[in-house]
């Protein structure tokens, strides 16, 4: 059965960060909609051109259009052992359709994990952000800077600010997730399947209290659901 997660929490709560991680110690793919959706943003895709005025001011992009991506991505063969998402389900309705998904091919969920994080800490994480232009690499200007101002370590790209990392839509965004997307913790607690983490240790705390909490033992280099 392959290994099926979900990673939650607010905007800046590291969900992109544990993900990778996780990702990297359970080979599996993370999958993260905000990162595909800006990758068809910046190709300048039709669907990039439809998903932009939403992400701009913060809102979500039309349900339709993410479950679509979703799903054709699910079917690629990395999928096959399993996957960790990452800004998605983001809404009941992304939520019941993933569900008929996993159902048509015959997969289920494993357990849903949730970040906390207080809001005014993820407004500091989140304005604080950039990123690196060539190879992604995260960084904070206060808690994690680079060696060089806005030159990443690893490959010397510039670093950049996401243009919803910007004060005035951070607001808008910890707004919707309240008010869609935190209901969703509900759903998956109904169902037994949600385990809720504090965010906000170091990188490795937490990725080490994801890995109790979601119920996956590594015992040496080879990890085991339980
Ligand atoms: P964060 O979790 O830090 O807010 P993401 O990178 O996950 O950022 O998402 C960035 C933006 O992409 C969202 O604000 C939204 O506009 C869009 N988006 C990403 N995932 C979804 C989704 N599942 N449903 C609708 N919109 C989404
Ligand atoms: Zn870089």
Known sequence: MPLNLILMGP???GKGTQASRLA???RVPAISTGEMLREEVKRGSVLGREAKGAMDRGALVPDALIVA???????????ARGFI???????VTQAEALDRALQRFGWSLHRVGSLNVPSDEVVRRLSGRRTCRDCGAPYHVELEPPRRDDTCDAC???????????ESVIAARLEVYARDTAPLLDYYRDRG?????DGRGKHDDVLAALLARLN???SGP????S
């Open 193 to 197: 399947l949600l385990a809720e983490i």
């Open 222 to 225: 080879t990890l085991a659901a």
């Open 85 to 91: 998402l990452d800004g998605f389900p983001r809404t």
């Open 24 to 26: 990297a110690r359970l």
């Open 156 to 166: 010397g790209g510039a670093l950049l600010q996401r243009d919803d990392d910007h």
């Open 216 to 218: 996956l033992q590594t």
């Open 69 to 79: 991506i979703i799903e054709a991505r699910l079917q690629r063969e990395d999928c």
């Open 11 to 13: 905007p800046g709560a």
